[in-house]
């Protein structure tokens, strides 16, 4: 089992910056890759980033690359997302979720535990 807590959204202006958290506990060794998915109204889940945190590799979409990043503090079993220049279409209910390594990093499918979400919301 793994437990996902999520903290760190809010609303911002276009432009500005955020920094989600994820703080990890239980059988995270297994679970080892992380990931954050966003979810806007009557839209689905769409994955944005992942995570290995055993070597530390790393993965984006192609809607946020260059303007996110995921990173980890593997002492305090958390990773984070770091949001630059945000856009009103960033705005959802963003996600955290862990799985084994050997599943699918992009999709919920490769996922097995997930947070409860954080919304972010940005404003034009």
């Known amino acids: 089992q793994v437990q996902l807590v999520e903290s760190g959204g809010g609303s911002v202006q276009a432009g500005g910056s955020l920094r989600l958290s994820c703080a990890a506990s239980g059988d995270t060794t297994y679970n080892s ?3 954050w ?9 769409e994955g944005i980033a992942a995570i290995y945190t055993g070597d530390g590799g790393t993965w984006y979409a192609a809607s946020v690359k260059g303007r996110f990043t995921i ?3 593997n ?3 958390t990773v984070y997302l770091q949001m630059n220049s945000l856009k009103v279409e960033d705005t959802a209910m963003y996600y ?3 799985g084994p390594p050997g599943s699918p990093y992009a999709t919920s499918r490769g996922y097995n535990y ?6 972010v919301t940005v404003s034009s």
Do not use: H, I, L, V
């Open 33 to 35: 890759k992380m990931g």
């Open 114 to 119: 997930w947070g409860q979400g954080t919304q």
């Open 37 to 45: 998915f966003r979810q806007a109204p009557g839209k689905e889940r």
């Open 71 to 73: 990173s980890q503090d």
């Open 75 to 77: 002492a305090k079993n």
């Open 96 to 98: 955290c979720a862990a």
